[in-house]
């Protein structure tokens, strides 16, 4: 039983988690308090409004938030009741409310909820700064808000881009209410770079870094050009002191040899490496050295042992004989 509550619990938390993910991701995205000649409610009035936009892909529904201007509902010991009477909450029943990726919608303020779902009570005083806050269904956490100052007429308060950061104020004509806000094409690009670099950081940056590029280039340009100025002086020194003509010999010299060369080895191309005289020399030493190993070196000893025999006998006793005789 232990284990299923806490698995509960887990879920819970899980799920919890995941809300407040998706809360995060509507934001308060432009304002108009001084709402004179822009878009027109159902009735055909000019009222002061809100656009809110979901940043994130996914969908998310907003009804049940709520909207103020009542800054005192910033002090945390209001009680949750007290806190929801100063606010004006999104209604349901509208499909409207359910913004999928990137939807926006618009609110107007200083209406009556009797007019319709996108109509609230949330007071916009077009000539004072006003601050207008976007808090969950919980009347406690507070997904967005953003202080408006006082704004001429048919002009607004809008982020650069949708859920950006950083916010400025729009001219009549490029007032963007239910769609993705973005900076009119016609501004001049001194507007332009004030709008991207207020404070200059990155034109300081920018102009830094061309400086350094051009020391850097003309280092480079004169460090060649002292070399090769160093290296012109040194061969005129040398050109001073040593004469021509040994100069001029030992050019025509090695002339010769490349000469020389180029030739030996044109021949050793043309005969495959084969040397005539070469071949014919070494067939003379072998052939004087054929003639000279024809027959054996003779030290004049003889060497036959003598070999007796029968007929030797025979002729030394007939050698007797006859001498007897």
């Not at 409207?96 to 609230?120: C, D, E, K, M």
């Not at 030290?299 to 005789?325: D, M, R, Y």
């Amino acid at each position: 039983m232990k284990r299923v509550g806490i698995l509960i619990t887990i879920l819970i938390g899980i799920a919890a988690s995941a809300l407040a993910q998706g809360a995060s991701n509507i934001k308060i995205n432009e304002v108009m308090t001084n709402n004179t000649n822009n878009i027109k409610d159902e009735f055909g009035n000019n009222k002061a409004w809100v656009e809110i936009v979901n940043t994130a892909y996914s969908t998310y529904n907003i009804r049940g938030m709520y909207i103020t201007t009542d800054p005192s509902v910033l002090d945390k010991k209001m009680t949750v009741p007290e806190r929801m009477k100063k606010m004006s909450i999104i209604p349901n029943g509208d499909v409207r409310t359910q913004l999928s990726a990137r939807q926006h919608i618009v609110f107007y303020l200083n209406s009556n909820p009797a007019n319709g779902t996108l109509h609230l009570t949330t007071k916009a005083d077009s000539a004072k700064q006003i601050w207008i806050a976007l808090y969950d269904g919980n009347a406690v956490d507070l997904i967005d808000s953003v202080t408006v100052p006082a704004l001429k007429a048919n002009t607004s308060y809008a982020r650069y881009n949708d859920g950006a950061s950083r916010w400025t104020i729009k001219a009549e004509d490029a007032v963007t209410p239910g769609i993705d806000n973005f900076i009119q094409a016609s501004m001049s690009k001194i507007e332009k770079l004030k709008r991207d670099d207020p404070h200059g950081y990155g034109i300081t940056v920018l102009c830094m870094g061309i400086v350094f590029m051009c020391l850097a280039l003309l280092y480079i340009f004169f460090a060649i050009f002292g070399y090769v100025a160093d290296r012109q002086q040194k061969l005129k020194k040398v050109a001073a002191v040593q004469p021509i003509k040994p100069i001029v010999k030992t050019s025509k010299k090695i002339n010769e040899v490349r000469r020389k060369t180029t030739n030996i080895l044109k021949d050793g191309i043309e005969t495959k490496g084969r040397d005539k005289e070469i071949y014919i020399a070494v067939i003379a030493l072998a052939l004087q050295q054929y003639t000279d190993d024809v027959h054996d070196v003779e030290s004049g000893i003889l060497t036959i042992k003598p070999h007796q025999s029968t007929w030797a006998e025979h002729t030394f006793i007939n050698t007797q004989n006859n001498s007897v005789i």
